[in-house]
Structure formats: structure tokens, C-alpha cells
């Protein structure tokens, strides 16, 4: 029995080695960072504190609440805005900022760290209420987000689980890459190899290797959320699609409304 207790001490020592400078801080290095009182949760990503100012919180970037557009709230919404509220509503707070402190909407940017000094940012991202948001201004923890991220979605955690189910459950027909012209405007997984990529007014175009003209579409202010860069990532490789074809002029397409639409094989 001590022989076991033993190896926990070893791997609690070693797992605080590992985190204790990024998802965990101690209590002397908490006190380096400027503390805040929360006052408000607007959603999974955005804060007020006391003194009134919004923080946009780092390298996450939650479904959207959508409460000044006509549109619906985003699906998960809630559910991660209601992890913000448990999480951080009333209660101090420690704000670590990186190389960019303000957005264009003059929010701070910030890392936040809750009493116990772990970082809600890896916190959201780990049980899924949260996507990653790569920024080249504010990259200090870009690492350990995107393994939050790919360790979420391998779990199925939190939205991931709803995308799991939405995009690749088995009432969806595998169809073969020779037969998209018989599914247009049908939801369908496909096995593909990417043959190129480009992009044109700021749109990514991924050509499949196929005798249709199969292309998948990903725009502007989508291709943000994706953990990495799609022109290097799937370059050459044999991928999974699930979406919807359509057809576009002599050609068809998918167009990526989400990152977990694409599956390496």
C-alpha cells in the first residue's frame, strides 16, 4: 500500500512540476497579478469587473450569446455561459495580460485565474465549453490551448459530444466520393484525399481529389476557429468530411461551418 501511495506523491509532484507555472499558479506568483472582483458574465468568453471595464477572456472563444444581434443564441451558449457564472460571477479574480492588452472595442485581453490559481482559460477549453482562438499578438499559452482542445475533443467533452453526435452519428449515409453529384443538399460523410489548397478574398479552398469537383469551403470568420492552419495541417492527407453538398455553378461543395466537420484518416 505505501509502495502505491508513494507513486500518487511522485505523480502529484510531478503533475505540479508540469502545470505549476502555466494552469496552476502558487500563491506568490498570484500576487504579481493585478486582481479583479467580477460583476458580470456576459458569456463563456466576456466579463465585467468592478471597475466597469469588459475583459475579453484569452485564447477561447465560447458560442455566442448573441444579445444585440437579430439572430438566435448559438447552440451551447447557455451551458457556457453558465459554467462563466459558477466559475467566476462574485468572486475575485487574477488577470494575467500578454503582448496586446486591448482588442478594438477597448476590452481588456486577459488570462484568468480563479482563487485556487487555475487558469479558467484551460478550464473552459478541457470540459469543452470553449473552442481555441489563435492569436499571433497574444500566444504565450497557445500550446497548452490547443492540447486542451484536442484532449476535449477526443473525450467528446461539452459541445464536442453534441458535435460528435450532430455531424457523425450512423444515421448519416457514408457515401462514396465517386457518388456526390446523386446528394446534393443531403448531409453526408465522405473518405476524401485533399489534392490543394488556396485561398481567394480571404476564403480557403480545399479541392479533393475526385472526378466531381468536390471542394470543401471555409470562410473568413469561420476559419479562425480551427486549432491550426488547414493549409498546412491537410495538405496531401486522407481526410473524413461530414456536411451538407451543394452545387455551385459546374462544381460542388461543402462548406465548413465547423472544424469538427473534418476528421483525419
Same mark, same amino acid.
Given at each position: ?23 496552476? /499558479? ?7 497579478? /493585478? ?15 468592478a471597475s ?92 497548452l490551448m ?77 476559419? /479562425? ?13 486522407k481526410i ?26
Amino acid at each position: 500500500m505505501k509502495k502505491y501511495i508513494y507513486l500518487f506523491v511522485i505523480f502529484l509532484i510531478f503533475h505540479s512540476i508540469i502545470f505549476s507555472d502555466v494552469f496552476h /499558479k502558487s500563491q506568490k506568483e498570484m500576487e504579481k497579478l /493585478k486582481k479583479a472582483f467580477v460583476t458580470k458574465v456576459y458569456d463563456g468568453d466576456t466579463i465585467q469587473i468592478a471597475s466597469g471595464k469588459t475583459v475579453r477572456i484569452l485564447g477561447i472563444d465560447s458560442p455566442e450569446m448573441n444579445y444585440e444581434k437579430k439572430e438566435e443564441k448559438e447552440m451551447f451558449a447557455d451551458e457556457a455561459r453558465n459554467f462563466a457564472v459558477n466559475e467566476l460571477k462574485s468572486e475575485y479574480v487574477y488577470l494575467e495580460t500578454d503582448k496586446k492588452k486591448y482588442d478594438k472595442y477597448n476590452r481588456l485581453l486577459a488570462y484568468i485565474y480563479t482563487s485556487d490559481g487555475y487558469m479558467f482559460n484551460l478550464k473552459a477549453l478541457k470540459k469543452g465549453y470553449a473552442n481555441i482562438y489563435i492569436s499571433s499578438d497574444n500566444n504565450k499559452y497557445n500550446d497548452l490551448m490547443i492540447k486542451e482542445l484536442e484532449n476535449a475533443i477526443k473525450n467528446q467533452k461539452g459541445i464536442w459530444h453534441i458535435y460528435e453526435k450532430k455531424y457523425w452519428n450512423n444515421s448519416l449515409p457514408r457515401v462514396d466520393i465517386s457518388l456526390t453529384k446523386q446528394h446534393i443538399n443531403k448531409h453526408v460523410v465522405l473518405d476524401a484525399k485533399v489534392a490543394s489548397i488556396n485561398k481567394y478574398k480571404n476564403i480557403t479552398f480545399i479541392n479533393l481529389e475526385d472526378d466531381n469537383r468536390l471542394t470543401l469551403v471555409i470562410y473568413k470568420n469561420i476559419i /479562425k476557429n480551427f486549432p491550426y492552419k488547414p493549409s498546412d495541417y491537410l495538405k496531401n492527407k486522407k481526410i473524413k468530411v461530414s456536411g451538407k453538398i451543394t452545387k455551385y455553378n459546374n462544381s460542388y461543395e461543402i462548406i465548413l461551418k465547423n472544424p469538427y466537420q473534418v476528421k483525419l484518416r
